[in-house]
């Protein structure tokens, strides 16, 4: 499941990821993001991963279709987990050109929180 995490800020885009994560939970989140990244220009996104079960084949094939798109609609990015995939994708994520992506621990919450939010 992806639940929302609202910052007051339209230019930052959180969530929370728990359970299993399918197709019909990343789309919407795909399509919000794109529609975000048309009229705001870059986004920054806070990506809170805990009690994860397991990302169905559908979903990562979504994820990586979006991400692959869209690698220049982002300035920064939050991933707030103890996974060690999350540690993947914040390497990953940190190699593409303008983006700064940065791993948290979940006992870092807050600290992510101001991170996303403070400039460069």
């Known amino acids: 499941m992806i639940t929302a995490i609202d910052f007051q ?12 994560i ?6 919407p989140w795909a399509g ?9 220009g870059k ?5 809170e991963a ?3 079960d397991a990302v169905t084949v559908k979903a990562a094939l979504t994820d990586l ?11 920064k990015a ?6 060690t995939w999350t540690k993947i994708s914040t390497f990953l994520a940190d190699l593409v050109p303008g983006i700064h992506a940065k791993q948290f621990s979940l006992d870092e919450k807050e600290e992510a929180r101001q991170w996303i939010k403070a400039d460069k």
């Open 9 to 20: 800020d339209d230019n930052i885009v959180g969530f929370r990821m728990t359970g299993t």
């Open 22 to 27: 399918t197709k019909a939970d990343i789309k």
């Open 32 to 40: 919000k993001l794109d529609r975000k990244s048309d009229t705001l």
């Open 43 to 47: 986004l920054r996104v806070y990506v």
């Open 50 to 52: 805990d009690d994860m």
């Open 65 to 75: 279709k979006f991400d692959v798109t869209h690698l220049g609609d982002f300035d």
């Open 78 to 83: 939050a991933f707030v987990s103890d996974d």
